[in-house]
């Protein structure tokens, strides 16, 4: 069975002060997706990596793949107040479902 | 809005009642999700439809819940004598082949 784990769960921060959250997992995968939800709405979709080594940027969030190691990580740089929210990395099971983590909710203070 | 549309958007109901919920997909999608989420957790999966075959049901999915995907459109989740813990959000999800997922707004259930 597929296991999700990010960490930390829990993260604040100040603003203009750069962070990393992990997302390992337990089993091969070709698909990991990064997922922002702000309080009491649905998933919004940041990001999408396929291959060992991927890299993808939007604005301050950088996500990256290792496949190897079964690790990604969602690096923010001068985080800005805008960016609270709870971040979840999912993990692509079998050509059907996804597998979440538990989510890390970021709390960026001016 | 050509997004995931779901209905209702909040949902309480008495212990024992049955509730149903409907999403409706992007159109061009022929792959529709059920998620629940439960407060402080990730969501957790369902079923999964292709086009109207309803092709993998969790184990999280006990008898009092069914789906549907009548003719590969939109879904309904029917969760039947409602238990506290029912309580959830619950969110659909649709995508293209081997598309990303674009989830819905979620159906907001409290059971009382």
């Known amino acids: 069975e597929l296991k999700v784990e990010q960490n930390p769960l829990f993260l604040s921060m100040q603003e203009g002060k750069n962070y990393t959250i992990y997302c390992n997992y337990s089993t091969t995968s070709d698909r990991l997706y990064w997922y922002r939800q702000d309080p009491g709405k649905s998933l919004e979709s940041l990001f999408v990596l396929l291959s060992n080594g991927a890299v993808k940027q939007e604005g301050r969030l950088m996500a990256s793949l290792d496949t190897k190691a079964r690790l990604s990580t969602l690096h923010i740089t001068a985080a800005v107040h805008d960016l609270s929210a709870t971040y979840f990395c999912a993990v692509a099971w079998g050509a059907q479902k996804l597998v979440f983590g538990q989510g890390t909710r970021l709390t960026i203070n001016p | 809005d050509t997004g995931v549309s779901q209905d209702p958007r909040h949902k309480i109901t008495k212990r024992g009642q049955n509730v149903t919920f409907r999403c409706d997909p992007i159109?061009?999608?022929?792959?529709l999700y059920w998620y629940r989420q439960t407060l402080g957790q990730g969501p957790e999966f369902l079923t999964y439809f292709q086009n109207e075959a309803q092709l993998e049901k969790s184990r999280l999915l006990s008898d009092r819940f069914s789906a549907e995907r009548p003719k590969g459109s939109f879904s309904t989740l029917e969760i039947q004598r409602t238990e506290q813990g029912d309580s959830a959000m619950y969110l659909c999800?649709?995508?293209?082949?081997?598309?990303?997922?674009?989830f819905g707004q979620g159906t907001r259930l409290t059971v009382v």
């Open positions: 159109s061009e999608h022929n792959r």
């Open positions: 999800a649709s995508s293209a082949e081997t598309g990303k997922a674009f």
